[in-house]
């Protein structure tokens, strides 16, 4: 029997993990038939970013592994949304948002390239880990904009409902179709990124309000706005994108 299909006798195997049967290393490839979704990703800095992490994932320390820089990646967005609650009294909190943004792009973006480079590849605990972390941080940085005064809360929440229901539908189209979606219209997790840096840089030089019109509305409020719009546009098209293509395949 292949090794990866092999069935293991829990008795002998067992995890204090959750009660989950321990794979051994062989099985862990391709565990239980598993495969890895090939990942698309169409954005701006794709290239630039992949030579980057590569010439990265070359010179990591021998001690430093993937989940190492996920819990960086983790922390990183975690201590974003604590200094956009810091800037609520103290404008350098807008900096050091910056700062975290980048601290989680590093750990976030380089722990799949180094688990590759390594040939170490976990892909139902990598994909599984980092899209759990990833909502949570970006409930962390959502209501870290909420609490900063720079964004209305009802902006904030809105966001991070627009995010969730485009990455479950990404999850979804991952899971039927076997094709994991990283980038919509050219824009990917790092884009979001230097544009809210620019955001931030933007807030601090020249103050939270950005006149439309005749009006004077909050620069974070309009860009949220404008984010909710955007992912509320890639979600329908996609889920209609998705749906024909799923019915197509499996008709009446």
């Not at 991952?174 to 050219?186: D, N, R």
Request: with cysteine; hydrophobic share 50%; net charge neutral.
């Amino acid at each position: 029997m292949d090794a990866d299909f092999e069935l293991i006798n829990i008795d002998e195997a067992y995890s204090d993990l959750g009660g989950a049967p321990m794979l051994p290393p062989e099985a862990r490839r391709n565990a239980l038939g598993f495969k890895s979704a090939p990942r698309v990703q169409g954005n701006f800095v794709a290239v630039a970013e992949k030579r980057t992490l590569a010439w990265l994932a070359n010179r990591m320390p021998a001690w430093m592994n993937s989940d190492h820089l996920t819990a960086i990646g983790a922390a990183g967005q975690l201590l974003v949304g604590c200094s956009y609650l810091l800037a609520r009294w103290n404008r350098w909190g807008l900096l050091l948002a910056i700062f975290f943004l980048a601290v989680n792009w590093f750990g976030d973006s380089l722990d799949g390239t180094l688990a590759r480079h390594r040939d170490q590849q976990r892909p139902r605990y990598g994909f599984y880990v980092d899209h759990v972390l990833d909502s949570l941080g970006s409930l962390f940085l959502c209501a870290g904009l909420a609490i900063s005064g720079y964004m209305h809360p009802l902006v904030a929440m809105s966001m991070l409902v627009a995010f969730l229901m485009l990455s479950v539908e990404t999850y979804l189209a991952t899971y039927t179709l076997g094709k994991f979606q990283m980038s919509h219209w050219l824009f990917g997790p790092t884009e979001i990124r230097i544009i809210l840096a620019i955001g931030n840089l933007a807030l601090f030089l020249r103050g939270p309000w950005a006149h439309l019109g005749d009006h004077v509305y909050r620069l974070f409020d309009i860009g949220g706005v404008c984010a909710v719009v955007g992912m509320g546009l890639m979600f329908t098209i996609a889920a209609i994108r998705h749906t024909v293509t799923l019915y197509r395949q499996e008709p009446l």
